[in-house]
């Protein structure tokens, strides 16, 4: 009898380049599949966060603003930042379970955070979280909106007379 050779080097050497293109493939696959679930994970976050800060821009247009509907002005981007703790987060539909802290900041004292969604800041700390931000204007508190500050503002392309600046944060995170 006589003895053969069990392995060639040819043989080791294909097993090995099998097991390791398997390994990357695996790696790739493992990856990719981290990769969309937080991507899916962030645009679930984006979309409640949107509808949220859409729904409480809609929901408070500028009534400060002298009866414009009945004189052929829509007044766009203007919102009551004045009515914005009227809402909570069923309102806002916000699904529970999520965490959220709304607040939006202007000219003081016009800065504020909204009462269903006061949770602390988190700012960047926890790794699932979305902020959007959205500018709005408001009319002062004084004065209102008149139509002639209106046309003026339209006209001169100068509004910071007529309107107050504000900016809504809306942060989402679980």
Sequence with gaps: MQKGQIFSIDFLIAATLTVLAIGLL?????????YEKETRMKNEFTAIALNASSIL????????????????????GCSEETNFNNFSKTQLMIPTGFNCYIHWE??????????????TDPGTTPLDIVSIQRPFVSPPLSTGLTKAG???????????????EFTLTVKIWK
């Design 26 to 34: 695996l790696g790739y696959y493992e990856t990719a599949a981290t």
């Design 57 to 76: 821009l809609e929901k408070n247009p500028c009534i400060r603003s002298a009866g414009f509907s009945s004189q052929g002005y829509n007044v766009t």
């Design 106 to 119: 202007g000219p003081d004292p016009y800065n504020g955070t909204l009462g269903g969604c006061n949770q």
């Design 150 to 164: 209106y046309e003026k503002c339209i006209e001169e392309n100068n509004c910071q007379d007529t309107y107050l």
